[in-house]
Every structure is written in structure tokens, then in C-alpha cells.
């Protein structure tokens, strides 16, 4: 298999195997006009397998999507084809609009224009609750 390396671009490297697709589809990487790359289950020393994404172009990523579905992971930015910078991603203290309250009760039901804002609560076991509620993200 041959990838092409980037001169500029993205590369978010070290996600759990079997992450990458949620990733791309989370962060909506599919609506790029560039090349992106999805390379599953690839050999690491530190993971055993991994995914790897590689985006053709620099582009925004909201960093805490990234930490809440898998901290751990690195980005990396390449310009000109150097790593210009590189970035460690641990799990946010808070999301908002990432993922709904379930709960019926919540207030977020209701008032539907209101942010649904998770924090964090327990990073050992990676738990978030609902800021409103206090119902546990699924």
C-alpha cells in the first residue's frame, strides 16, 4: 500500500484501532474537498494496531471531539513538508454540542436552543454528566 506523504496537511496519528471511522465521521471529514486517508489497523509498537487519518490540507479541528472520543491521540501538522507542530490530545473538561442528553427530564429537552454541555467527572473511567441533570453520557 502506498500513501504519498503530505506537504501540507493533517495527521492524526495514534488513534485505538477501529476509532478511525468514528473520527471521520464525527469531525465530518467526508464533506473535504481534499484527499484523506484512513489507514486501519496499522502496526504501532506503543498500541499494537492503530488508525491513523491523514488530511492533504490544514484545516480546523475541534481538538475535544478528538480527546473525548479517544484522548491519547496526536496531531500533527505538517507544513512544507516538516511536522511543524505537534499536539498531544488529552480528554477535554468539557464538550458542548458533541453528544445529546438522553435524559427526558433534562432541561435540554425542553429548551431545545439551549448548548448540551457534558464535564468531565471521573477521567480515570472517562465519564461525563450532563450539566443541567447529572445523567451519565452514554
Sequence with gaps: ????????????????????????????LGELSCSVAIIKNANSVKLGKKDIIKIDEVIDLDLD?????DPG??????????????VNIEAPERITN??????PRCITSVEQELPHVFKLTDRENMVYR???????AK
Design 1 to 28: 500500500m502506498i500513501i504519498n506523504p503530505i506537504e501540507n496537511g493533517i495527521v492524526i496519528d495514534h488513534i485505538k484501532a477501529g476509532k478511525g471511522m468514528q473520527l471521520y465521521n464525527i469531525l465530518h
Design 130 to 136: 450532563c450539566i443541567y441533570c447529572e445523567s451519565k
Design 65 to 69: 471531539i478528538i480527546g473525548y472520543i
Design 73 to 86: 491521540i496526536t496531531v500533527n501538522i505538517i507544513r512544507n513538508g516538516v511536522n511543524e507542530k505537534r
Design 98 to 103: 458533541v453528544i445529546k442528553c438522553k435524559n
